[in-house]
């Protein structure tokens, strides 16, 4: 017999969570990597982070695809979401 945790993990698609949050009502929030930020100075010196955003999969608020976030500010704003969503895990049965 397998968990609701178990079945809500492996029928997520998408890239693998760097870290989750739980919200009050039991649902999961993901900080994810959406890819790198690449820019380029003035003097043609390239540089660039590891974009990250959120997502609850409990009421589906999240960051937006646009956003641009460092792991530290993804997992802040993903931290403060948990804090207070009340969202449980969406269940998995179908009537």
Do not use: I
Not at 19 to 29: I, K, N, S
Request: hydrophobic share 25%; net charge negative.
């Amino acid at each position: 017999m397998t968990s609701q945790t178990d079945n809500e993990s492996t029928e997520k698609t998408g890239p693998a969570p760097v870290m989750r949050f739980l919200t009050l009502g039991g649902a999961e929030v993901h900080v994810v990597e959406r890819g790198r930020d690449q820019r380029t100075t003035f003097s043609g010196t390239t540089y660039g982070f590891t974009v990250h955003g959120w997502t609850c999969h409990g009421c589906n608020r999240g960051s937006d695809y646009y956003d641009r976030w460092e792991e530290w500010e993804a997992r802040d704003k993903a931290n403060a979401h948990a804090e207070k969503c009340r969202a449980m895990p969406k269940s998995t049965a179908h009537a």
